[in-house]
């Protein structure tokens, strides 16, 4: 027993041993190699190719007048966008509606020849196109401050108020057919102001132009006009009268204490005696 066992530690020779431990690990058949996972470089395309901007990028770009004609064409391509645009908007101050005017109304003097005279033929047919475009914009912006658009009876006087400044300023010409646009702007003007004054007496505002001053205002417009706003003139006497017959007797003091007031000048029959008519240079 103990022979064999000799024999058999006899067998285990050092060089073989030494020749077990030289094998490389990664020669063994034990072991597996590993191969360690590196992140794949993202191919580049090296070929530039163009392509359009994407909508927020393009309308970044876009000035006001170029985005207003984009959204116009389109709602006029789509009937049904234009009315969600009109129901979404919100409603334009009178700040920015006359701010709209003036913008016209600087394009109309900037039209206008250097020297010369002003109001002869020559300047009307220089201007005509821009002068037209100005009272086109008063006729489509008048009726949406009035009620029953609006419902703030300042609000519209505020905006008439201005809009009258406006139209005096319009040019006056030396052949009497070209004044038609002036003419008819003062008429449309005047019918606003009527139509605003009757709704606020209905609901017992007379007496509240009265003491905003509102009589006084449209007196000077009137005069400013050469009388052609006589229509709104009389609707305020017929509202401060309905006005002070309902009004407080405070109210009715103030008013007949006033001799320059419309509503004494109506009752007096004294009102648009010393009106001057209005020709004066653009």
């Given amino acids: 027993m103990s022979a064999r066992k000799r024999k058999a530690d006899d067998d285990l020779d050092p060089r073989s041993l030494d020749e077990d431990m030289s094998v490389s690990p990664l020669t063994s058949p034990a072991i597996s190699s590993r191969h360690i996972a590196r992140p794949s470089k993202k191919i580049r395309n090296n070929e530039v190719i163009g392509r359009p901007l994407e909508l927020p990028r393009l309308l970044e770009t876009l000035d006001a007048d170029s985005l207003r004609n984009v959204l116009q064409t389109i709602c006029e391509r789509h009937p049904e966008i234009g009315q969600e645009v009109v129901t979404s908007a919100p409603r334009p101050s009178v700040g920015s509606t006359i701010g709209v005017l003036e913008q016209y109304q600087e394009r109309l003097r ?95 505002g007379g007496i509240q132009l009265h003491n905003g001053g509102w009589d006084q205002k449209l007196q000077k417009h009137n005069a400013m006009s050469g009388g052609q706003m006589q229509a ?23 008013s007949s204490n006033d001799p320059n007031s419309i509503r004494n000048q109506l009752f007096s029959g004294t009102y648009g005696t010393n009106l001057p008519v209005r020709v004066g240079p653009w």
């Avoid at 020559?122 to 419902?151: G, K």
């Fill in 232 to 254: 709104a003139v009389n609707a305020l006497g017929s509202s401060l009268y309905c006005g002070g017959a309902n009004g407080s007797s405070n109210s009715n003091m103030n």
């Fill in 110 to 204: 900037q039209a206008f020849p250097f020297g010369g005279n002003t109001g002869s033929d020559y300047a009307y047919n220089r201007v005509r196109v821009q002068l037209t475009q100005l009272i086109d914009a008063i006729s489509d912006f008048v009726p949406h401050y009035l009620p029953p658009n609006e419902t703030q009876v300042t609000t519209s006087l505020d905006f008439l108020d201005s809009v009258t400044n406006i139209i005096h300023q319009l040019p006056d010409w030396e052949s009497s057919s070209h004044n038609h646009h002036k003419d008819n702007a003062y008429d449309e003007i005047s019918r606003a102001w009527a139509r605003v004054i009757t709704e606020a007496s209905k609901r017992g």
